[in-house]
């Protein structure tokens, strides 16, 4: 049995590193991941009272505000699509 050793990962600093010293990091790249879309932060208003119930809601899940919007605008969403399409007439809220 031979005895090799694992090769170890490089940690994403020390290929960074690598980098900045104009060494080639290309084989630690695979090309088979996905980009995600950039993030673009919104002001939104709210109300006392609602920002009240949202941070309650917060509170009894545990996660933050922007967790509980950003859930709920995504299942009204979701409801909204379902319903163009025919399938919301059965939908309880």
Not at 18 to 26: C, H, L, N
Not at 48 to 53: A, H, I, P, T, Y
Request: zero cysteines.
């Amino acid at each position: 049995m031979k005895n090799t050793a694992k090769k170890i990962s490089p940690s994403a600093d020390e290929i960074a590193e690598k980098a900045m010293r104009g060494e080639d990091v290309s084989l630690f790249f695979t090309n088979t991941g996905e980009m995600k879309p950039a993030i673009q932060r919104v002001n939104v208003d709210f109300g006392v009272d609602m920002l009240k119930e949202l941070d309650a809601i917060a509170k009894e899940l545990n996660i933050s505000r922007q967790a509980v919007i950003k859930t709920y605008l995504r299942q009204s969403m979701n409801l909204h699509y379902l319903a163009r399409r025919g399938m919301g007439s059965n939908i309880e809220l």
